[in-house]
């Protein structure tokens, strides 16, 4: 075994629970060219699932991968990569990730393990057991069945309080495509709950009472954190306040640093006043509040404070207490998520009493939470909830269901925007229980394969937010023209693809934007305003290629792509500059591996680069210009017929997305009539191994091997 050089573990568990065996690797040597996470979860896919496999296949592995930086204490560190033959793609499955957050990339660290690969089928539920050295198939017989609360707190009892439980309700259980992976009940990973179920997996407890070594010199990395802290605005890097402050030169109505002098997070006893300066780094939690920004104003009275992943200071998932839900519904009065996990009970209905920011609507949301989180169902980036709005209001669901079955629900309690809906909706949907249960548990690919509905009828419907493959768009074209589209075209699921975003709606003016953007991305033109976009050229296209081998790093490092990259800060002093360096100055000091911004960039490329080959590889073609990265229609509409490249309007123009395609591919180094990399730019990325493989299904671009095959 090679010396595990600082940041790494060093070993990766392997636990097939067919045979019951478990097995160590050592990371480096084996992993060494992904770094992890996604890294590690590409390279098992590429080199151990044949193409073909279905998601919930013995065949099909699961893999919890993190990272160098997890576990150590560089900020937003605490990122976990779920990585599997993904069930939601649409027509077929391929491979695709959940991301959780939480503490249990640190814990399986201080386990020893950089990563956890699980393969086969156990013959009965079980849990897995990991406390550092021992690990054990566990019986998990009286757990199955119950939620994932239920497990946590049972398996936690048994094997004490500082473990971390990542566990799957029934929705996993029954093999729902939509379903989740929790690690400490909030914290989840969608898609990949059914893959779990299928292998008769409950949960993973991890304790782990080991540390992480740091390589380079104590004071240096010191001196780094604090630089890195100095760097954060508030979540997803918006560097400006959303209100004037005499300490800020700019502001932005848009912002989600909502945190500000006077507010109070009124549910904490006593109340807490946020009267800290904002560039207070003890305090950096003050200035993001997930649910004020979701959920309006009068979150901040149901405040208790902000929670999240190790070592994060932002703190975005939000503790909300709300007693009347206690006494209304008789489920806890304190809850907490963040981002679309704290709207998922709200989301599903079309009106609610007082508006979406009233008072129903937050105990809707207290709601959802509650009931999702245990139950473990997903809801595709609310995709799930504008499906059952768009067939409810069009009359589908009436039609599709059996006139008992549609009449065993109580549409008046739906129609009024009450909550109490929701305890009969979300457990039927999570148990598959009746047509409803059995087709929308799949996701919107459910709709299409048992209803016979149009894919072509959601990608004209701008309500549903569809993109292609069964998924929504993340972050597309509404924040950033056509860096936003070619971004969404990349992946098998919706993109979640954040370092664009987290640059152009970071809050300072435009013009700020494009000075920083020039130092960055070669040219002012890189960028546009939101919602007043020109042409394409290049320079767009080098920065969609910057975002995504970001994005796949900070999945392979352990880092929250939600915050980072942090090219833009708050610091008016250095002219709002962050570090584009940052990700490679953390990963030399931590490994003690010197690594150039140019050569870390290089390794996520690479990783990127093997997720299309895989991709090749299992949709059997070339083709992915035309076959994958696809866009829907209602892209280049606009509802008040306004034209493409005129201010206001988000609408794209096709031959100009055919262009940026040409582009991106151009300066991906991929074949520009399919889409696929060339045979060199496997080569320039070593993955010389992946060439060889699709070259023997003839699938490298040239050699006569034409797209579309
Ligand atoms: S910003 Fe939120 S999701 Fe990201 S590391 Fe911090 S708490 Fe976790």
Same mark, same amino acid.
């Given at each position: 075994?090679?010396?595990?050089?600082?940041?790494?573990?060093?070993?990766?568990?392997?636990? +097939?629970?067919?045979?019951?065996?478990?097995?160590?690797?050592?990371?480096?040597?084996?992993?060494?060219?992904?770094?992890?996470?996604?890294?590690?979860?590409?390279?098992?896919?590429?080199? /151990?699932? @044949?193409?073909?496999?279905?998601?919930?296949?013995?065949?099909?592995?699961?893999?919890?991968?993190?990272?160098?930086?997890?576990?150590?204490?560089?900020?937003?560190?605490?990122?976990?990569?779920?990585?599997?033959?993904?069930?939601?793609?649409?027509?077929?499955?391929?491979?695709?990730?959940?991301?959780?957050?939480?503490?249990?990339?640190?814990?399986?660290?201080?386990?020893?393990?950089?990563?956890?690969?699980?393969?086969?089928?156990? +013959?009965?539920?079980?849990? $897995?057991?990991?406390?550092?050295?021992?690990?054990?198939?566990?019986?998990?017989?009286?757990?199955?069945?119950?939620?994932?609360?239920?497990?946590?707190?049972?398996?936690?009892?048994?094997?004490?309080?500082?473990?971390?439980?990542?566990?799957?309700?029934?929705?996993? /259980?029954?093999?729902?495509?939509?379903?989740?992976?929790?690690?400490?009940?909030?914290?989840?990973?969608?898609?990949?709950?059914?893959?779990?179920?299928?292998?008769?997996?409950?949960?993973?407890?991890?304790?782990?009472?080991?540390?992480?070594?740091?390589?380079?010199?104590?004071?240096?990395?010191?001196? !780094?954190?604090?630089?890195?802290?100095?760097?954060?605005?508030?979540?997803?890097?918006?560097?400006?306040?959303?209100? @004037?402050?005499?300490?800020?030169?700019?502001?932005? @109505?848009?912002?989600?640093?909502?945190?500000?002098?006077?507010?109070?997070?009124?549910?904490?006893?006593?109340?807490?006043?946020?009267?800290?300066?904002?560039?207070?780094?003890?305090?950096?939690?003050?200035?993001?509040?997930?649910?004020?920004?979701? !959920?309006?104003?009068?979150?901040?009275?149901?405040?208790?404070?902000?929670?999240?992943?190790?070592?994060?200071?932002?703190?975005?998932?939000?503790?909300?207490?709300?007693?009347?839900?206690?006494?209304?519904?008789?489920?806890?009065?304190?809850?907490?998520?963040?981002?679309?996990?704290?709207?998922?009970?709200?989301?599903?209905?079309?009106?609610?009493?007082?508006?979406?920011?009233?008072?129903?609507?937050?105990?809707?949301?207290?709601?959802?939470?509650?009931?999702?989180?245990?139950?473990?169902?997903?809801?595709?980036?609310?995709?799930?909830?504008?499906?059952?709005?768009?067939?409810? #209001?069009?009359?589908?669901?009436?039609?599709?269901?059996?006139?008992?079955? &549609?009449?065993? &629900?109580?549409?008046?309690?739906?129609?009024?925007?009450?909550?109490?809906?929701?305890?009969?909706?979300? @457990?039927?949907?999570?148990?598959?229980?009746?047509?409803?249960?059995?087709?929308?548990?799949?996701?919107?690919?459910?709709?299409?394969?048992?209803?016979?509905?149009?894919?072509? %009828?959601?990608?004209?419907?701008?309500?549903?937010?569809?993109?292609?493959?069964?998924?929504?768009?993340?972050?597309?074209?509404?924040?950033?023209?056509?860096?936003?589209?070619?971004?969404?075209?990349?992946?098998?699921?919706?993109?979640?693809?954040?370092?664009? =975003?987290?640059?152009?709606?970071?809050?300072?003016?435009?013009?700020?934007?494009?000075?920083?953007?020039?130092?960055?991305?070669?040219?002012?033109?890189?960028?546009?305003?939101?919602?007043?976009?020109?042409?394409?050229?290049?320079?767009?296209?080098?920065?969609?290629?910057? #975002?995504?081998?970001?994005?796949?790093?900070?999945?392979? $490092?352990?880092?929250?792509?939600?915050?980072?990259?942090?090219?833009?800060?708050?610091?008016?002093?250095?002219? &709002?500059?962050?570090? %584009?360096? !940052?990700?490679?100055?953390?990963?030399?000091?931590? =490994?003690?591996?010197?690594? #150039?911004?140019?050569?870390? %960039? !290089?390794?996520?490329?690479?990783?990127?680069?093997?997720?299309?080959?895989? =991709?090749?590889?299992?949709?059997?073609?070339?083709?992915?210009?035309?076959?994958?990265?696809?866009?829907?229609?209602?892209?280049?509409?606009?509802?008040?017929?306004?034209?493409?490249?005129?201010?206001? =309007?988000?609408?794209?123009?096709?031959?100009?997305?055919?262009?940026?395609?040409?582009?991106? &591919?151009?300066?991906?180094?991929?074949? *520009?009539?399919?889409?696929?990399?060339?045979?060199?730019?496997?080569?320039?990325?070593?993955?010389?191994?992946?060439?060889?493989? $699709?070259?023997?299904?003839?699938?490298?671009?040239?050699?006569?091997?034409?797209?579309? *095959?």
């Amino acid at each position: 075994m090679t010396q595990s050089p600082g940041g790494f573990a060093g070993r990766v568990l392997r636990v +097939d629970l067919s045979s019951g065996k478990v097995s160590r690797e050592d990371t480096a040597e084996k992993y060494g060219d992904v770094l992890g996470g996604t890294g590690i979860g590409y390279r098992v896919l590429f080199d /151990e699932v @044949p193409a073909g496999t279905g998601p919930f296949d013995p065949a099909n592995k699961l893999v919890f991968a993190t990272g160098a930086l997890a576990g150590t204490g560089v900020p937003c560190n605490g990122r976990t990569a779920v990585t599997a033959v993904f069930p939601t793609v649409w027509p077929a499955p391929l491979a695709g990730s959940g991301h959780m957050g939480g503490q249990f990339a640190a814990k399986l660290k201080y386990a020893g393990y950089d990563a956890l690969i699980l393969e086969g089928r156990a +013959d009965k539920p079980v849990w $897995l057991f990991i406390r550092d050295g021992r690990v054990e198939l566990r019986d998990a017989s009286r757990l199955w069945g119950g939620g994932i609360r239920r497990a946590t707190l049972e398996i936690s009892q048994e094997m004490g309080p500082d473990c971390v439980v990542a566990a799957i309700g029934q929705a996993g /259980e029954r093999l729902a495509p939509l379903a989740i992976v929790a690690n400490s009940v909030s914290h989840s990973a969608g898609g990949v709950g059914g893959v779990m179920g299928s292998k008769n997996l409950k949960a993973v407890g991890v304790q782990g009472s080991g540390s992480l070594r740091i390589a380079g010199p104590r004071d240096e990395w010191e001196r !780094l954190i604090k630089h890195h802290l100095s760097l954060l605005g508030a979540n997803n890097q918006h560097v400006v306040p959303a209100f @004037p402050s005499p300490e800020s030169e700019y502001y932005n @109505p848009g912002s989600r640093w909502v945190g500000e002098p006077g507010r109070r997070w009124g549910a904490a006893d006593p109340p807490v006043e946020i009267t800290g300066s904002i560039l207070d780094l003890n305090r950096i939690a003050y200035r993001s509040n997930s649910a004020a920004f979701f !959920l309006g104003e009068q979150a901040w009275r149901h405040t208790v404070r902000g929670n999240g992943c190790t070592a994060c200071p932002i703190r975005c998932h939000t503790v909300v207490k709300m007693p009347s839900v206690a006494a209304k519904y008789g489920i806890k009065e304190v809850g907490q998520n963040t981002c679309v996990g704290l709207v998922f009970g709200r989301a599903f209905f079309r009106n609610m009493p007082g508006g979406n920011k009233g008072l129903g609507s937050l105990e809707a949301c207290m709601v959802g939470m509650h009931l999702a989180d245990d139950y473990g169902l997903w809801c595709n980036y609310g995709q799930l909830q504008r499906d059952f709005v768009k067939l409810y #209001s069009d009359g589908t669901l009436k039609a599709r269901l059996p006139a008992k079955e &549609y009449a065993s &629900y109580d549409w008046d309690k739906y129609d009024a925007g009450d909550p109490a809906f929701l305890f009969d909706l979300i @457990p039927r949907l999570s148990e598959r229980q009746g047509e409803l249960g059995q087709v929308m548990s799949q996701g919107t690919a459910g709709l299409f394969r048992h209803w016979g509905l149009k894919e072509e %009828d959601w990608k004209r419907d701008h309500s549903t937010l569809y993109w292609k493959m069964g998924h929504p768009k993340h972050h597309a074209n509404e924040d950033d023209g056509q860096c936003g589209v070619l971004i969404n075209t990349q992946y098998n699921r919706d993109a979640q693809c954040h370092s664009h =975003t987290n640059f152009v709606r970071n809050g300072l003016p435009i013009e700020e934007q494009k000075r920083l953007a020039g130092g960055i991305w070669g040219s002012p033109d890189s960028v546009d305003a939101v919602g007043d976009y020109r042409p394409m050229n290049v320079h767009k296209a080098r920065r969609a290629r910057w #975002s995504l081998v970001r994005k796949e790093l900070h999945d392979s $490092l352990g880092l929250c792509n939600w915050m980072g990259p942090w090219v833009a800060s708050p610091l008016k002093e250095q002219g &709002y500059r962050g570090d %584009d360096s !940052l990700e490679s100055k953390l990963f030399s000091l931590a =490994t003690g591996r010197a690594t #150039s911004r140019e050569e870390l %960039d !290089l390794m996520g490329e690479r990783i990127f680069t093997l997720h299309r080959a895989l =991709t090749i590889r299992d949709m059997g073609t070339l083709a992915m210009r035309e076959k994958h990265d696809l866009t829907p229609d209602w892209l280049y509409e606009d509802k008040h017929g306004q034209q493409p490249f005129t201010q206001g =309007t988000i609408r794209m123009d096709r031959a100009d997305i055919a262009t940026a395609l040409d582009m991106f &591919y151009g300066v991906m180094g991929w074949d *520009k009539a399919s889409g696929a990399p060339t045979r060199e730019t496997y080569a320039r990325l070593g993955l010389d191994g992946a060439a060889s493989a $699709l070259e023997r299904l003839n699938l490298l671009p040239g050699d006569g091997n034409e797209p579309g *095959k």
